[in-house]
């Protein structure tokens, strides 16, 4: 099954006190980043789904945050989000040993900075922010999903494991990635999520 992630924020800097403040583009609080899924059934699939309904809170953050994430590799946390996985295709009978959960941009387009890095589809002309992208980590290995060369295969062995073991959610976080001189405005990821099991 496929799902879109899609990722909403904007940098403003604080000129007065030169901290990077993120504000939300979409309505809801000052803190939300959202994510807004939709799906299309495949062969051995599972659906899946994101925790509050897909709101991802992100903190504000200062200037200086930016100056210690220089690659998408850096573990340095994030904000936690799950992605819920129920009624693998077969149901009871499904028997599973791997589950598959994969990571793209619905553009095909990775940052040009790095093809760990989800670009920042917010155009400049319509006042986007440049300098800055979003990289997800799974939380289980911590580690970035897509790897040096942009391919996204983060596996669970789920090997003797009923359907009732393994149809439960499985942590990731998400947060932002330097990627060259930022410049303040939005930015905006639409990333697709897919789950399949072997």
Do not use: W
Request: proline letters at 2%; charged letters at 15%; hydrophobic letters at 40%.
């Amino acid at each position: 099954m496929m799902s879109l992630l899609t990722i909403f924020r904007e940098i403003r800097f604080a000129l007065a006190t030169g901290c990077v403040l993120l504000s939300h583009i979409a309505l809801a609080n000052d803190n939300d980043l959202n994510i807004e899924v939709t799906a299309n059934i495949v062969e051995n699939t599972c659906e899946i789904s994101v925790e509050n309904n897909g709101q991802i809170h992100l903190n504000t953050v200062s200037r200086f945050y930016f100056d210690n994430n220089t690659l998408p590799t850096d573990v340095l946390g994030g904000n936690q989000f799950s992605i819920r996985v129920d009624n693998c295709t077969g149901g009871d009978d499904a028997v599973a040993e791997k589950l598959h959960f994969s990571f793209s941009p619905q553009s095909g387009q990775l940052s040009p900075a790095s093809n760990q890095v989800f670009a920042n589809e917010a155009k400049k002309e319509n006042g986007g922010a440049s300098g800055v992208g979003i990289v997800i980590f799974s939380q289980q290995y911590n580690s970035n999903v897509l790897d040096e060369n942009g391919h996204s295969d983060v596996v669970y062995d789920v090997k003797g494991k009923t359907s009732d073991e393994y149809t439960l959610a499985y942590p990731f976080y998400a947060r932002y990635q330097k990627t060259g001189e930022i410049v303040a405005g939005a930015v905006q990821a639409n990333i697709l999520v897919g789950v399949i099991y072997d």
